[in-house]
């Protein structure tokens, strides 16, 4: 059974960072690719920024540009996304999914197995 779970929420002071982590389980990450997307409170679920493929290739939203990064481990299965310079909009839950059809942006109808998510909440 294929899972991905997402770890590394939690509150955060306006300015700071996180680095939140979605591992695989049951697939090897060698091959694919991830996606994040948040959804705030009250909105619709948006992408974030999304792996096009396993070589690097990634798309990135607006609101990703300049702050936020991802990166993976192999060796540990794992995808981080690096959050910086967070803002109380960035308020939300964080989810990561795997990638199942092709695609240059965060469509989420690219992405199945959504991870359970992890909250993040920017305040001071």
């Known amino acids: 059974q294929v899972q991905l779970v997402e770890s590394g929420g939690g509150l955060v002071q306006p300015g700071g960072s996180l680095r939140l982590s979605c591992t695989l389980r049951?697939?090897?990450?060698?091959?694919?690719?991830i996606g994040w997307f948040r959804q705030a409170p009250g909105k619709e679920r948006e992408g974030v920024l999304c792996e096009r493929n396993s070589y690097g290739s990634t798309f990135y939203a607006d609101l990703a540009k300049g702050r936020f990064t991802i990166s993976r481990d192999g060796a540990k299965n794992t995808v981080y996304l690096q959050m910086n310079s967070l803002e109380p909009e960035d308020t939300g839950i964080y989810y990561c999914?795997?990638?199942?059809?092709?695609?240059?942006?965060?469509?989420?109808?690219?992405?199945?197995?959504w991870g359970q998510g992890t909250l993040v909440t920017v305040s001071s």
């Open positions: 999914a795997l990638r199942v059809q092709r695609g240059d942006e965060c469509e989420s109808g690219d992405f199945a197995t």
């Open positions: 049951g697939l090897t990450l060698d091959r694919n690719a």
